[in-house]
């Protein structure tokens, strides 16, 4: 089965003179998921329904997945069993984001074969959907966590994980407010009702969460929310880390942290938020570098859906981003890739190219993978 993906990043004309800065835009979109149906592979779904402002556990939630569905119990848990392992996800990113040309671009997979829709419904509270990973055989631990309906605060980030690593910290760069830029984390809890008017709800040190960031009262400029990995095992693949954005009473996307393996890359930047049009620009990115309340990160706009990420850059900025390294992606039941770059070059056929683009101009560029079935 081959599965083109909606992918399609972009080197964008800047208009400009010889010499001069070209970004490139990698827009990666989650393609259409095949059916996988007929390979009849099925994993086991099981997790946790808590609250994400009190983290206590919530009974009668009702979870779909699959075509399987289960109410949870008095502690919030719940088990789904013989749930269909889904079909193929076609995904990607790219970096560096912008520099001179000629520019190389190294293109990472990050496409699943097992990829199933999961929705939390509970009265009284925002629904949840977001895809879940499982592979044949698996047992697949979620978190779900679930915002109270009615919510009146400007942004709410509610960020969950596994059992490694123990420690994710959630921490908030606001804007300057007032003549002071602050930063809201375990040493500084910050407060809702008077400046910074951001707070951090708990520091969660015992893995899983829920840490709750939440904006009650926007200023102009820009906020940069940020995951710390403070300590523990395993690696930024496996934490299971997720945050679900809320707007008001509305869920406005869920992003996972993107694969890596961990070396000194001890951050996950996840967003900026501007304080003006409260609008949400995911970055989304791992990286080594301590970000900082005066840092500038560049931006990264992408669809609410999750992971769905266009990466545009400022064509002035010519440094080399080393936004996604030591990316890699367990994609064992896919067997081939197949990438169009989209400026009359020859295809390649590895799974993270490096191509170089030698002329300035606007180019679509399509990944197609394959499980090797019909």
Not at 11 to 32: E, F, K
Not at 122 to 127: E, L, M, P, V
Not at 220 to 244: D, E
Request: proline residues 5%; contains cysteine; charged residues 20%.
């Amino acid at each position: 089965m081959n599965t083109p993906a909606a992918n399609e990043p972009e080197v964008s004309d800047a208009g400009a003179a010889d010499n001069a800065t070209h970004p490139v835009d990698a827009n990666t979109t989650l393609s259409a998921i095949s059916d996988l149906a007929e390979h009849v592979a099925t994993c086991t779904v099981t997790g946790r329904i808590v609250d994400a402002m009190t983290g206590d556990s919530l009974e009668g939630a009702l979870i779909s997945v699959g075509g399987k569905s289960a109410d949870s119990d008095m502690n919030g848990e719940f088990t789904i069993t013989d749930v269909p392992v889904g079909g193929l996800s076609v995904e990607f990113s790219a970096s560096p984001l912008s520099g001179d040309t000629p520019l190389d671009v190294s293109f990472y997979d990050l496409s699943s074969a097992s990829s199933q829709e999961l929705s939390v419904i509970y009265g009284g509270y925002i629904d949840l959907v977001y895809d879940i990973e499982c592979t044949a055989g698996s047992t697949v631990s979620v978190h779900p966590v679930l915002m109270p309906a009615g919510t009146a605060n400007d942004l709410t980030a509610v960020l969950t994980w596994g059992e490694n690593p123990s420690d994710l910290d959630s921490w908030l760069f606001t804007p300057e407010i007032e003549g002071t830029a602050h930063k809201i984390y375990y040493g500084n809890k910050g407060s809702l009702t008077e400046i910074p008017y951001a707070q951090l709800d708990v520091d969660d040190t015992s893995s899983y969460g829920p840490e709750t960031m939440t904006i009650s009262q926007s200023y102009p400029g820009t906020y940069r929310y940020t995951i710390h990995w403070f300590s523990g095992s395993g690696t930024w693949t496996t934490a299971g880390a997720t945050v679900n954005i809320y707007q008001g009473s509305n869920c406005t996307g869920t992003y996972f942290a993107p694969q890596s393996s961990l070396g000194d890359e001890s951050y996950w930047e996840v967003l900026e938020y501007d304080g003006t049009s409260k609008t949400v620009t995911p970055v989304n990115r791992i990286t080594s570098e301590r970000p900082s309340a005066t840092a500038a990160i560049d931006a990264v706009d992408t669809a609410d859906t999750a992971n769905n990420i266009k990466i545009p850059s400022d064509a002035d900025d010519d440094r080399t981003d080393a936004a996604i390294e030591d990316v890699y992606t367990d994609s064992a039941e896919i067997s081939s890739w197949e990438w169009d770059f989209g400026d009359g070059t020859p295809s390649s056929y590895e799974k993270n190219p490096t191509h170089t683009y030698i002329e300035e101009g606007e180019f679509d560029v399509t990944l197609t993978v394959s499980d090797g079935s019909d």
